[in-house]
């Protein structure tokens, strides 16, 4: 009777659209596997194809994801083109239609056909994030945590050199880390500012570039040195970043400053409107004290809910997931699976980054203990079985 009065009037009701995602949930099914197998690039060897070439050598043919996993995608605004990254240096974009056609259409080509990709580009250093330029989908850039320098590429030009390199100047912990610790994790664009870039940094400090000032940045959001950084968003203001740490904190800063000691600070430093630690925040949950022993895990990742936006989602190194209500800084879902090491897995080597479906609250996430994802009913409702006060 519920889906005959949605057709009749129109509406459709929060907790009717809740109950018809579970629906999408079970028909969630792996389609295929697409792998990196390009070996060639120009006159040179892919970097891909040489470390898995290496890995089979070395390693007796197991997996070995610190030198061959993609470590990042995203799709354009449209869902037409796929940017991917890989550990070992590759930046490829798909047309996503072509590739699936590649293997399924009546013409299946060999695995190194350069016509399946638009564009695969082989550097020097492991690549750990990609982002589209939301105001120019021509645009793709690029980080490495072994280096301070941000890569854009233009699709448009046929290049293996990038059109543009960012990087950062001179910076409040310069000259107190070491050079593996002046990395950037990910990145961020700011949606309605195609010329503003946001970079979560290994040295404690988010950094932002204004393209049209400088080819260096120009504001630097700082944490305390110890801080590394590995995931920084951007809320749907567009001036509030919260970046999250190796060692489970999060950290919020507004971009506008308006604290009353700013005037004695740097013109381009930023100190944390409130840092959190979610451990912390996972502690005052009577239920799950009793039952686990919490303890302080790096976050791999954060992401804000499209479908809502004072839903921060993150995920932890030991596979926990959950939300974070960034109106009340409190944790409202959970989602806790065995750990790796119970089902005689090591996950050591495993970063995984999850990501929101575009609508009904869905997080997905990869399993730490096997080849599968989590698709997790984060709703925010207590309806949902991953709240913490479900009912």
Request: hydrophobic share 35%; charged share 20%; glycine share 6%.
């Amino acid at each position: 009777w519920s889906r005959i009065a949605v057709e009749l009037d129109g509406h459709i009701d929060a907790r009717f659209r809740h109950r018809e995602s579970r629906r999408l949930l079970d028909s969630l099914a792996e389609i295929r596997t697409f792998e990196h197998k390009y070996y060639t690039h120009g006159e040179e060897r892919c970097t891909t194809y040489v470390n898995r070439m290496i890995n089979a050598s070395t390693f007796a043919g197991c997996y070995h994801s610190a030198r061959e996993g993609v470590s990042a995608m995203e799709f354009d605004k449209k869902g037409i083109y796929l940017a991917s990254v890989t550990n070992s240096g590759c930046l490829t974009v798909h047309d996503f239609e072509t590739l699936y056609c590649s293997l399924y259409g009546p013409l299946c080509r060999i695995p190194d056909d350069s016509s399946n990709y638009v564009l695969h580009i082989s550097n020097s250093m492991p690549l750990c994030a990609v982002r589209w330029n939301p105001g120019n989908q021509d645009e793709i850039v690029c980080s490495s945590s072994q280096t301070d320098k941000v890569l854009l590429f233009d699709i448009g030009y046929v290049s293996s050199a990038p059109t543009e390199v960012l990087q950062k100047g001179m910076t409040k912990f310069h000259g107190f880390c070491s050079e593996s610790r002046k990395g950037l994790t990910d990145l961020a664009f700011t949606p309605d500012d195609k010329s503003r870039l946001f970079a979560s940094g290994l040295d404690g400090a988010v950094y932002m570039w204004d393209r049209r000032l400088s080819k260096t940045h120009c504001v630097e959001l700082t944490a305390l040195l110890e801080s590394q950084f590995t995931s920084v968003k951007l809320n749907m203001d567009n001036r509030t970043v919260f970046g999250a740490t190796r060692n489970g904190t999060i950290h919020v800063w507004d971009t506008r400053g308006g604290r009353a000691s700013a005037a004695f600070q740097s013109h381009n430093e930023v100190q944390p409107l409130s840092s959190v630690k979610i451990s912390t925040l996972l502690g005052k949950i009577a239920s799950l004290k009793e039952q686990s022993n919490i303890v302080s895990s790096e976050i791999l990742s954060i992401d804000f809910n499209p479908s809502c936006s004072y839903q921060l989602a993150f995920h932890l190194d030991d596979g926990w997931s959950g939300v974070l209500n960034v109106n009340t800084f409190s944790v409202s879902h959970l989602h806790c699976p065995p750990p790796a090491w119970l089902e005689g897995v090591d996950s050591v080597l495993h970063k995984r980054k999850a990501t929101w479906l575009s609508t009904s609250s869905i997080y997905a996430v990869g399993s730490s203990s096997n080849n599968g994802i989590y698709a997790l009913d984060f709703h925010p409702d207590t309806s949902s079985t991953c709240h913490v006060d479900y009912k």
